[in-house]
Nanobody
Framework: QVQLVESGGGLVQPGGSLRLSCVGS????????VAWYRQAPGKERELVAF???????NLADSVKGRFRISRDGAKNTVYLQMNSLKPEDTAVYLC?????WGQGTQVTVSS
């Protein structure tokens, strides 16, 4: 089945780290552009990170220096490494590619 599946979310203390995975069999390969978005309650969906077909990455200003996006085409997976997490990073994180969307994974940053 062609779909995107996110995982890796959870509850973490401020300053902690998480690595999110977006697996897309039949969608993601070594040259697939993929984006990570997040949506917090009462807020608009926000673009967090993007990797293009050539591997160039872009990050939202709010996460630069703390988050990193990477791709492993052999595993059909794009990762979002999140370090130095802050309470304001709390949101549902979703990946998207080729007009497909995953179901999202919840990230909660709280002490």
């Amino acid at each position: 089945q062609v779909q995107l599946v996110e995982s890796g979310g959870g509850l973490v203390q401020p300053g902690g780290s998480l690595r999110l995975s977006c697996v897309g069999s039949g969608i993601i390969d070594s040259f697939t552009a993929v984006a990570w978005y997040r949506q917090a309650p009462g807020k608009e969906r926000e673009l967090v990170a993007f990797i293009d077909g050539g591997g160039t990455t872009n990050l939202a200003d709010s996460v630069k220096g703390r988050f990193r996006i990477s791709r492993d085409g052999a595993k059909n997976t794009v990762y979002l490494q999140m370090n130095s997490l802050k309470p304001e990073d709390t949101a549902v994180y979703l990946c998207t590619s080729s007009r497909f969307w995953g179901q999202g994974t919840q990230v909660t940053v709280s002490s």
